[in-house]
């Protein structure tokens, strides 16, 4: 789905979800008096959102192309500084298939939703941000178990190239050890790797 913000520019959400930062989307419209009081109470919290969570807050209109001068009009009345996007066609409504506004999700570093809410009374925010640290947290331990899987693998890897290298030069040893002794007179070793050929040139064998 591709929206538009307040500048016109097209915002595809999937740029957003697929980010890693963790993104609450909050449905509203300006006719909705509950919409514009989550969204208000919110930006008490954005800041330490961002800093604590790595989570953005994203507002997204389902106006009709008619009000669109008054999403403008009340957001810079409101004093949000939220990403605002337009959706008209209500494309997101019915993806999501909501009914009523405002109605939020909550969606992790991976772009899952994790977490959805409608309507809204004062304190919601703070249901919103526990799921945000079960987000926060299941993400980080995805991201440790990965990294430990990686380290694994890399200790694998180092391991059996060590082991080929041991191989490579125990092989080596053993043609010198074959080679040198080609030309002396000391005893072969049980495991020298000499061949028919080489037994023959020293006379040893008929």
């Known amino acids: 789905i591709t929206l538009t913000n307040l500048n016109g520019q097209q915002v595809k959400l999937s740029s957003l979800v697929d980010s890693g930062k963790i993104v609450v989307f909050d449905f509203w419209a300006t006719w909705c008096v509950p919409c514009q009081k989550s969204l208000t ?13 790595n989570c953005e807050i994203v507002a997204v209109s389902i106006d ?9 009009t009340t957001v810079t009345g409101k004093g949000w500084d939220y ?3 337009l959706d008209p066609n ?3 409504k019915q993806s999501l298939n909501f ?3 405002p109605f939020s999700i909550v969606v992790d570093g991976k ?6 809410h409608q309507g809204y009374v ?7 941000e526990e799921e945000i640290k079960k987000a926060l947290s299941g993400f980080k331990q995805e991201t440790k178990d990965e990294i430990v899987k990686e ?11 060590e082991e080929q290298n041991k191989e490579i030069k125990q092989n080596k040893i053993s043609l010198l050890t074959c080679e040198a002794r080609s030309h002396s007179t000391l005893p072969l070793a049980a495991n020298c790797g000499r061949t028919e050929q080489c037994f023959t040139e020293l006379g040893e064998l008929d």
Not at 64 to 72: E, F, G, I, P, S
Not at 111 to 116: C, D, L, V, W
Not at 122 to 128: A, H, I, P, Q, V
Request: charged fraction near 30%.
């Open 41 to 53: 109470n919110m930006m008490d919290v954005e800041e330490d959102w961002k800093k604590n969570y």
């Open 64 to 72: 009709d192309a008619q009000n669109t001068a008054k999403v403008k």
């Open 83 to 85: 990403l605002v996007l």
């Open 90 to 92: 209500q494309q997101t």
């Open 99 to 101: 009914q009523n506004i």
């Open 111 to 116: 772009g899952n939703i994790i977490f959805t």
């Open 122 to 128: 004062d304190g919601d925010e703070n249901l919103l």
């Open 151 to 161: 380290i694994g693998n890399e200790k694998k890897n180092i391991s059996d190239l």
